[in-house]
């Protein structure tokens, strides 16, 4: 019986002593080694990340700077950009701004609607999501708000077509009114605003003819008030006797 006894207590200090005991020794001693695999395989994790990152910055970058080469190269074919593309330094946000915005006018005047919205539509959402321009600039300011009116004014109807802009006219409205606020005696703002608030969606007719009369006032020697001033004032003008031919029938009656 001593002897059972004796078996059970060694049973039951190796059970509850020497087992533990070798558990906390084998975790000892293996814990340092599973430390350092996971740290390795942490930092080959962390240096195919930096790669892969700095891989598609690279190709960003290049591809950034692809666009803006193939822009100059189309503005300097269109007699623009006056320093050759070779001698221009390496340009910021706001340089690529006014060069996509000058490049999607041109893009418009010359009928690729799609591709200049494209780009139009790139900026719209820089700003409405960071509600600031790419520039402290408000010459640049106004160069997108006058570009992009005249491409939504002359080029509603294709957009409304493509189902790539909903109410360019409205729209290109605010845009020449936020133009005109960054530049108040621009001629060309003020002669196509006076076009657009001539259409039969505004019927603005007496504030196309005071901006039309100010644009003539300003400088009548503009090639678009030169070639576009008596055509669009006598246009406002037969609809100023229209309208009130209007209302002196209506007070007839």
Request: glycine share 2%; proline share 3%.
């Amino acid at each position: 019986m001593r002897g059972e006894k004796s078996y059970t207590i060694i049973y039951l200090f190796i059970c509850l002593f020497l087992i533990p005991c070798i558990h906390d020794i084998r975790r000892v001693t293996t814990q340092p080694i599973e430390n350092e695999e996971k740290e390795e395989q942490e930092a080959e994790r962390k240096e195919e990340k930096t790669a892969k990152r700095t891989r598609n910055n690279s190709i960003l970058a290049s591809e950034d700077q692809m666009d803006h080469q193939r822009n100059l190269h189309a503005l300097a074919r269109l007699g623009i950009a006056t320093t050759p593309v070779t001698r221009l330094s390496k340009y910021h946000v706001h340089d690529k701004f006014q060069l996509e915005c000058a490049y999607a006018h041109l893009l418009s005047v010359s009928g690729k609607v799609i591709q200049a919205t494209k780009l139009f539509m790139k900026w719209l959402r820089v700003i409405n999501q960071y509600k600031l321009f790419p520039c402290n600039n408000p010459r640049a300011e106004w160069y997108f708000h006058h570009f992009y009116a005249l491409h939504l004014h002359h080029k509603c109807d294709t957009l409304v077509q493509l189902n790539m802009v909903e109410q360019p006219l409205q729209k290109a409205y605010s845009h020449y009114q936020l133009a005109l606020k960054y530049r108040t005696e621009s001629i060309e703002d003020l002669f196509h605003f006076a076009q657009l608030c001539v259409l039969d969606e505004f019927k603005e007719y007496q504030k196309a003819k005071e901006m039309l009369t100010r644009a003539h006032e300003i400088d009548k020697r503009v090639y678009v008030i030169q070639h576009g001033y008596q055509p669009l004032m006598n246009l406002i003008q037969t609809k100023l006797s229209e309208k009130e031919n209007k209302k002196e029938q209506k007070i007839a009656k």
